[in-house]
């Protein structure tokens, strides 16, 4: 059993291997896997808990680059205060709203927005896809 999954692979070109570039590839890593996440909700629920999980791990790499992986700790009232939340209406607005938080924290370097977006990710993932942090721990330890 391992709980570290293998880094993935780039998905564009890199040719320059500054700490931007580098930050820029794990972002781009973490949109490819929203959208396999988008694309598992839609036709592969079957797929779904892998996805969702390979969407977390891409969030943290970037958390781990960034130096801000202290900011994904949830307590488990926090984790109570999620599961209870409404489910959102439009599944479209959600990414997009993600994106968008995810967005300003590379360009802005805002920590809060990523902050806000990591709870966003844990809501969705509890709520509307209603993946237990039980079915999420089992996971990551088949790794």
Do not use: C
């Not at 293998?6 to 070109?13: A, D, G, P, T, W």
């Amino acid at each position: 059993m391992r709980a570290r999954r293998q880094e993935k692979k780039n998905y564009l070109v890199q040719r320059d291997f500054s700490d931007k570039e580098i930050l820029g590839q794990a972002y781009i890593n973490w949109q490819v896997a929203q959208a396999d996440l988008i694309k598992a909700v839609k036709v592969a629920p079957d797929q779904l808990l892998a996805a969702y999980g390979e969407f977390l791990l891409a969030f943290a790499r970037i958390a781990n680059q960034r130096q801000w992986a202290y900011k994904l700790l949830l307590d488990e009232t926090t984790i109570a205060n999620f599961k209870n939340k409404w489910q959102a209406p439009s599944q479209s607005s959600v990414f997009l709203i993600m994106n968008q938080l995810v967005n300003k924290s590379f360009f802005s370097n805002d920590m809060e927005a990523f902050t806000h977006a990591w709870h966003i990710i844990i809501k969705f993932g509890l709520v509307e896809l209603q993946i237990s942090e039980t079915e999420l721990d089992a996971w990551i330890k088949e790794g």
